[in-house]
């Protein structure tokens, strides 16, 4: 159980990479406003993650309970921060013109795309599956030690 866990947090992990890229190379960083996810937001979420899963395998090497409990600890509020990504996503992809004014308020500007317009829906979905899969399995790990 424990591995597996490991390894769904691994494949979770590589989807966000992917994800993250797509939302840096499609420009959220060079203009600010264009993307409906807040920075802060999305890398909260991924330092979180990654220093869970530094933990996580910390706990498998040292088989702590202490630290499967502080792994499963992070992973909750990395888990509400995905919510809310996913929850501030979906009204962008369903909308057939995601585009958001970059500029002063009621000034004219041109209009820029979102840049997690560009996330794959397989790859949202399988992260949030994994996701999912790994806070469950991280918390039986946790129970069962």
Do not use: C
Request: avoid cysteine.
């Amino acid at each position: 159980m424990h591995i597996a866990a490991l390894v769904t947090w691994l494949v979770t992990a590589l989807g966000g990479f992917y994800l993250l890229g797509t939302w840096i190379a499609r420009g959220a960083l060079r203009a600010p406003g264009s993307s409906r996810l807040p920075a802060p937001v999305l890398f909260g979420h991924f330092l979180l993650a990654a220093a869970g899963l530094v933990v996580w395998i910390v706990y498998l090497a040292a088989d702590n309970k202490a630290l499967a409990w502080t792994a499963f600890g992070l992973l909750v509020p990395v888990a509400l921060l995905g919510l809310a990504m996913f929850a501030r996503w979906l009204p962008t992809v369903r909308s057939r013109h995601a585009v958001t004014p970059v500029g002063a308020p009621g000034a004219a500007a041109p209009a820029v795309e979102a840049p997690e317009r560009h996330f794959p829906i397989p790859v949202v979905l399988a992260h949030g599956v994994f996701a999912v899969a790994t806070v469950i399995l991280v918390l039986i790990s946790a129970v069962q030690k």
